[in-house]
């Protein structure tokens, strides 16, 4: 398969890294798009107000390169259309520093806004996430995003977990479905790690930036938000707190549906 992949945590991530290099070592002919900064949170903003810079890099993935000064959306619209030689068979967003799992993450998400930008250009779409505790992340972003060993193993397990699996999600992923599957992986993963169908959780997400400093400022204080899940389905949540492998089909041709 021929396959686009971007992230929003920026060309330099090792995840990316991981998850390009097990998709290649499987097979995949790759091609990489990702934002020259993180992006973070982004969700799915494009850059309006602006003209947007691409260029080809080398960063020794063993695959055309591309690094894109905007959004993780940006990415994909400018590789699809101006970037590739051929129309991929998918887009791959990740794999994601952190959980991109509930509502309230997804919605907000740059990994799964390029994934889904994929899902609008008609093509089968797969968003790729790394759960971590809060001690890891805040570790790994004080390292500047170098893992140490454990960390590194994991993320290589989840990588090669990801080139399994997204083979058949894209086979089985009609085109112009409108389907993005979204697949979080938990801390740790493991070899033996199984994947379960989740739905998302119903996180709710209120005081998300502090109060008013005396600058007139406000920063974001980082929090998982209150799981307001009723029983039932196995939410994506739930899955990573079991060490399942979650996987949530999201299908936005049935938003609004009556």
């Keep these: 398969m021929r396959l686009l992949v971007t992230n929003d945590d920026g060309i330099e991530s090792v995840f990316l890294h991981g998850l390009v290099r097990a998709l290649i070592a499987a097979g995949q002919e790759v091609f990489v798009a990702a934002p020259k900064v993180e992006q973070s949170w982004t969700g799915a903003s494009k850059s309006r107000h602006r003209a947007v810079h691409s260029a080809k890099a080398e960063r020794r993935l063993g695959c055309p390169t591309w690094v894109v000064d905007g959004t993780p959306s940006d990415c994909v619209n400018i590789a699809l259309d101006h970037l590739l030689p051929a129309a991929p068979d998918a887009v791959v967003s990740g794999i994601n520093i952190g959980l991109n799992a509930s509502l309230a993450f997804i919605l907000g998400s740059g990994t799964v806004a390029g994934a889904c930008e994929g899902a609008l250009h008609g093509l089968p779409a797969i968003a790729l996430s790394q759960n971590l505790s809060i001690p890891v992340y805040d570790d790994l972003k004080e390292k500047g995003g170098s893992p140490d060993a454990g960390l590194a193993e994991i993320v290589a397990c989840s990588a090669a977990h990801a080139a399994r699996i997204a083979p058949g999600l894209i086979a089985g992923t009609p085109a112009r479905s409108f389907i993005v599957h979204n697949i979080n992986f938990p801390y740790p993963c493991t070899p033996a790690s199984q994947i ?9 997400l209120p005081g998300l930036f502090s109060p008013q400093a005396d600058d007139g400022t406000h920063r974001l204080v980082f929090k998982l938000g209150d799981d307001t899940s009723p ?4 939410t994506d949540r739930a899955a990573l707190d079991a060490g399942y492998i979650s996987h949530t089909v999201l299908d936005f041709s049935k938003l609004g549906s009556i």
């Design 196 to 204: 379960r169908r989740t739905v998302p959780a119903q996180v709710m």
């Design 231 to 234: 029983p039932g389905p196995m």
